[in-house]
């Protein structure tokens, strides 16, 4: 994407390999393959339209701009391929990341559907040094304008394993390790709130979450009909060596329809909580996983988030299509304390470009305006 600043600054690392498959490390999707269920009659399309060897490389330079990181590109590459008795594509790939501010990436990813699709496994490994901007917690301290420049050299371990426990519905486990070091200017800051602590700068944070998925989608890489929802609880303890004990909730709710032979209406709302003791990078960041786009990734960033967005996507040729976004959503202390009036808009406009015909895998593109800025999203794959 061209924005790369995400929810977590764990999940900034993790999109360096969500961005080259379209999905995001927060909202790994994945369904049953007995009877009529959804994905087989996907994998027996698959079988007979794919190429000979049942494997589709695609690989996109990503322009990267935008003003938390400055000019640059990510490289993304995922290799999608269907092993017998697949239901659903597997995916191998990852990302690299540089630009002229002096950010540095890269992530490695690897997807799978075993038994039938009885279970969902996901890892995921990401080193970086990047160079952020911190406006600070709050809509206040966001709309104020001002930041100081850090330094940030986080590394990130995922492992996922989701069994599927009923039709359509899946429970597991997953195990995540972050380490953080942030540098801050020596000067001081120009506002209290933008001074870091000092506990913060150096973090260890590792603990298991529980993973829950309901999924009744047609396809995984280009949905036309019906719903995904996923819920995360993440909780950071002492005895798995974290620095820091807290818990962090999100949830995502994705919804799909047939609008005519050549469109369709996708919808999304999301959710985050971030615990008491969290650290200021693991807050819930507006602007991240596409929820919602024109904005700077991390600019807006409190204890919640919510978001709620839609997109309707038309396919005009075998390989072109457009589509059209709109939504609201805000940053705030707790979900009372939301208002109307404050919250921040986004819409824009895309062009798709279908890679990969055999797995119905597009190439975006995004314009997005949000309340004071835009921005310009590069991506494997849709954003929801």
Request: net charge negative; proline share 5%; glycine share 12%.
């Given at each position: ?123 995921i490994a990401a ?57 801050v200017p020596l ?63 999100t949830a995502a ?132």
């Amino acid at each position: 994407m061209g924005a790369l600043a995400t929810r977590p600054l764990a999940v900034r690392l993790g999109l360096l390999a969500g961005m080259a498959t379209g999905f995001a490390p927060a909202a790994l999707a994945t369904d049953i393959a007995t009877g009529s269920a959804p994905g087989q009659e996907e994998a027996e399309q698959l079988h007979a339209g794919r190429e000979d060897d049942g494997r589709s490389f695609v690989v996109l330079p990503i322009p990267q701009s935008s003003p938390t990181l400055g000019n640059g590109a990510v490289l993304a590459a995922v290799l999608y391929y269907q092993p017998e008795g697949s239901a659903r594509p597997w995916m191998t790939g990852g990302g690299a990341l540089w630009t002229d501010n002096g950010s540095r990436g890269a992530a490695l990813f690897q997807k799978a559907y075993l038994g039938g699709d009885r279970w969902r496994v996901t890892a995921i490994a990401a080193d970086a040094e990047l160079h952020l901007k911190f406006y600070g917690i709050g809509e206040g301290a966001a709309e104020r304008g001002r930041f100081i420049r850090i330094e940030q050299s986080p590394t990130f371990y995922r492992f996922d394993a989701l069994r599927k426990v009923a039709p359509s519905q899946y429970l597991g486990l997953r195990l995540q390790k972050v380490d953080v070091t942030t540098r801050v200017p020596l000067d001081a800051p120009a506002f209290p709130d933008l001074d870091i602590p000092s506990p913060q700068l150096d973090v260890a944070l590792a603990g298991p979450g529980l993973l829950y998925e309901y999924d009744t989608r047609d396809s995984e890489t280009g949905p036309s009909q019906g719903t995904y929802f996923n819920a995360h609880a993440q909780w950071y303890v002492s005895g798995w060596g974290s620095d820091r004990e807290y818990a962090n909730v999100t949830a995502a709710l994705n919804h799909y329809s047939t609008w005519g032979p050549k469109g369709v209406l996708a919808l999304r709302a999301y959710a985050c909580s971030a615990g008491d003791n969290a650290p200021f990078f693991d807050l819930c960041l507006f602007g991240s996983q596409a929820d919602l786009r024109g904005y700077e990734g991390g600019q807006y960033r409190d204890s919640t988030l919510v978001a709620v967005q839609g997109e309707y996507r038309w396919q005009f040729a075998r390989r072109w299509g457009a589509v059209a976004f709109a939504g609201v959503g805000d940053v705030a202390p707790s979900f009372g304390d939301y208002r109307v009036d404050d919250l921040l808009p986004s819409a824009g406009v895309g062009l798709r470009f279908k890679a990969s015909t055999a797995y119905d895998v597009n190439v975006r593109v995004d314009y997005a305006r949000g309340k004071d800025g835009d921005a310009v999203y590069f991506s494997i794959g849709e954003a929801f």
